[in-house]
C-alpha cells in the first residue's frame, strides 16, 4: 500500500543554520504531497504542497520538491529560527484512486528543536 | 473566523468504557475528518464525512464510529475502550473534498 518515510528524529539545529528533513514515498500513481506543521500543543496547518512532478511547494521560507525519479520531497529552510521548532509530518493523497485531502498518508513526523 | 473547536480537550476513560468527541468545523466547512494521533503509529486516518455521508473509512475496528450532522458537526464514539486507544485524536475540516485540511487541536484521551 502507500506509505510515507521520514527521516527520524529529532533533529537538533542552532539558529540560522540550514535544514533538510528527508521525506520518501511509495505510492503507485501520481500522488499529491504535503508538508504540515505541529506546534507544541496545536493540530497540524498545512506548510506546503505539490501536486505534480517537478513541483516546488514553499511557504514561510520553507521549499521542497516534488522529485517523481526519486520518490522524494524534501523539506528545505536555509536559515531556521528558533520559532520553528515544532514537529514536521510529510503526507501524501492518490486523487486518482478516489483519494481526497480527507484520507491523508501521514510519516511519523519528526521533531525539530532549534538553539538560539 | 473561528478555526476548528474541538471538545473536550481532555477525557480521562476506564477501559470498557465509551466515549464521544465532539468537533465543530470552520463555517462553511463541509468535510470533516478525523485522525488518531500515538506516538507509536503516527497519525492514521479514521474517516471522513461529507455533508453528513461517511465517504471514507480507516483501518480500525468497529469499536470506532462517527457521524456527521446536518450542521457539519461531527461526532465520533469509541466503544468499549482498550488501553490502546490512549490517543491524541484531531479533527479536521475543509470547504470539500479537494480543499486543504484545516486540523483543531485535538481531543486528547487517556484510558486506564
Known amino acids: 500500500g502507500d506509505s510515507v518515510t521520514q527521516m527520524e528524529g529529532p533533529v537538533t539545529l542552532s539558529e540560522e543554520a540550514f535544514l533538510t528533513i528527508n521525506c520518501t514515498y511509495t505510492?503507485?500513481?501520481?500522488?499529491?504531497l504535503f508538508w504540515y506543521v505541529q506546534y507544541p500543543g496545536e493540530g497540524l496547518q498545512l506548510l506546503l504542497k505539490a501536486t505534480k512532478a517537478d513541483d516546488k511547494g514553499s511557504n514561510k521560507g520553507f521549499e521542497a520538491t516534488y522529485r517523481k525519479e526519486t520518490t522524494s520531497f524534501h523539506l528545505e529552510k536555509g536559515s531556521v529560527q528558533v520559532s520553528d521548532s515544532a514537529v514536521y509530518f510529510c503526507a501524501l493523497i492518490r486523487f486518482d484512486y478516489g483519494g481526497s485531502q480527507g484520507n491523508l498518508i501521514f510519516g511519523k513526523g519528526t521533531k525539530l528543536s532549534v538553539k538560539p | 473566523k473561528a478555526g476548528v473547536t474541538q471538545t473536550p480537550r481532555y477525557l480521562i476513560k476506564t477501559r470498557g468504557q465509551q466515549v464521544t468527541l465532539s468537533c465543530s468545523p470552520i463555517s462553511g466547512h463541509r468535510s470533516v475528518s478525523w485522525y488518531q494521533q500515538t506516538p507509536g503509529q503516527g497519525l492514521q486516518f479514521l474517516f471522513e464525512?461529507?455533508?453528513?455521508?461517511?465517504?471514507n473509512k480507516g483501518n480500525f475496528p468497529g469499536r470506532f464510529s462517527g457521524r456527521q450532522f446536518s450542521n457539519s458537526r461531527s461526532e465520533m464514539n469509541v466503544s468499549t475502550l482498550e488501553l490502546g486507544d490512549s490517543a491524541l485524536y484531531l479533527c479536521?475540516?475543509?470547504?470539500?473534498?479537494?480543499?486543504?485540511?484545516?486540523f483543531g487541536n485535538g481531543t486528547r484521551l487517556t484510558v486506564t
Open positions: 464525512y461529507f455533508s453528513e455521508t461517511q465517504r
Open positions: 479536521a475540516s475543509s470547504l470539500g473534498l479537494n480543499s486543504p485540511l484545516h
Open positions: 505510492a503507485t500513481g501520481y500522488p499529491s
